[in-house]
């Protein structure tokens, strides 16, 4: 029998936008066919069954396609860009159940004004909303078959996993640091907003900009090191002892070095934490890959990961050996 090959990148991204083409498509063609017996304005909003929100016929449609537009190209550009993460064929089926809610509540709220005179008159019974949910089962079981099989795990080269002609007796160390401009501005902005906006209004609406510079700056610039202790991740712009990662030697299998694509294997910068593992992602290239022992993954992009990964795994190996002796 033959085993079937998963859906390649584009053709994937094309699969999860599939079912907001259709919906567009059924939605323009039911407006098509009842927009001569709609109201004006129609009712597009209810709170509890009772509409308490309306506008004109073009304004619902229009809103509704840029909705579709935006949730369709969304979908379609995650799933290319994350191509090689084994998530993927569960994004596309949270894109065809998304999409099976939106077109189903769309269509009822449109039929629901067919033949009215008063658009305040329109209800919508609460089994419409058990309509729309339930019909995003089927809608998400079809995209995930879909999908196909998930990506396979990056393939390791033969010899990834050196070691360091490390004399016995003797230790060493290694540091590097990794930055990622784009973040330190954004943490700095943030700081600087909210500093700005906490003299000029009042510090309690400025916490949310001040919370949010102080999380991203610690993790645009990380200093990484390998030790006799394992590998450590300590903020650059804090003392060297405020580690917020630390991975000791016991918990270490294997580690090796590859090429990271932080976009299609971790959907962004920063400290990403995906099926199967975890990592901190500053940009794309040459990267460590800590295999845990619980079978997980640690990554993270740094200059020089090939010496790193030697050295952590000389460490490891005298590690089992002190436990086996």
């Not at 029998?1 to 053709?11: A, D, F, L």
């Not at 083409?21 to 069954?49: E, Q, S």
């Not at 290319?80 to 064929?89: D, F, K, S």
């Not at 800590?290 to 190996?317: C, I, M, P, Q, S």
């Amino acid at each position: 029998m033959r085993s079937v090959r998963p859906s390649t990148g584009p053709r994937r991204a094309w699969i999860a936008v599939l079912p907001f083409v259709v919906v567009i498509l059924t939605l323009g063609g039911l407006y098509a066919g009842v927009a001569g017996r709609l109201p004006d304005p129609l009712a597009t909003h209810f709170g509890g069954d009772r509409a308490d929100g309306f506008s004109s016929a073009q304004d619902y449609l229009a809103g509704c396609l840029a909705l579709l537009l935006v949730f369709g190209v969304g979908s379609g550009l995650l799933v290319r860009l994350r191509v090689h993460a084994r998530e993927v064929p569960w994004l596309i089926a949270t894109s065809y159940a998304t999409a099976a809610v939106l077109g189903c509540s769309m269509c009822l709220t449109l039929l629901a004004n067919v033949d009215v005179t008063d658009a305040s008159a329109v209800r919508e019974p609460q089994w419409q909303t058990l309509v729309s949910l339930g019909v995003a089962l089927p809608a998400g079981a079809l995209g995930r078959l879909l999908a196909g099989a998930a990506p396979p795990p990056p393939r390791r080269a033969r010899g990834e996993t050196p070691r360091l002609d490390l004399p016995a007796g003797t230790t060493a160390g290694w540091s590097r640091t990794i930055s990622s401009p784009p973040l330190v501005a954004l943490g700095v902005v943030l700081l600087g907003a909210g500093l700005l906006v906490g003299i000029l209004a009042g510090w309690l609406s400025s916490a949310g900009l001040l919370l949010g510079g102080a999380a991203v700056l610690p993790l645009a610039s990380v200093r990484v090191t390998v030790d006799r202790h394992g590998l450590s991740l300590s903020p650059t712009f804090l003392p060297y002892r405020c580690r917020f990662r630390r991975i000791p030697l016991d918990r270490v299998a294997e580690a090796g070095s590859r090429r990271i694509a932080c976009f299609a294997e971790f959907g962004g910068w920063g400290y990403r934490i995906r099926a199967g593992g975890s990592g901190l992602v500053l940009r794309s290239g040459e990267g460590i890959v800590v295999r845990l022992t619980n079978g997980k993954e640690f990554v993270v992009t740094v200059d020089d990961a090939a010496t790193a990964v030697a050295l952590l795994n000389t460490y490891t190996d005298r590690a089992r050996a002190r436990q086996g002796g």
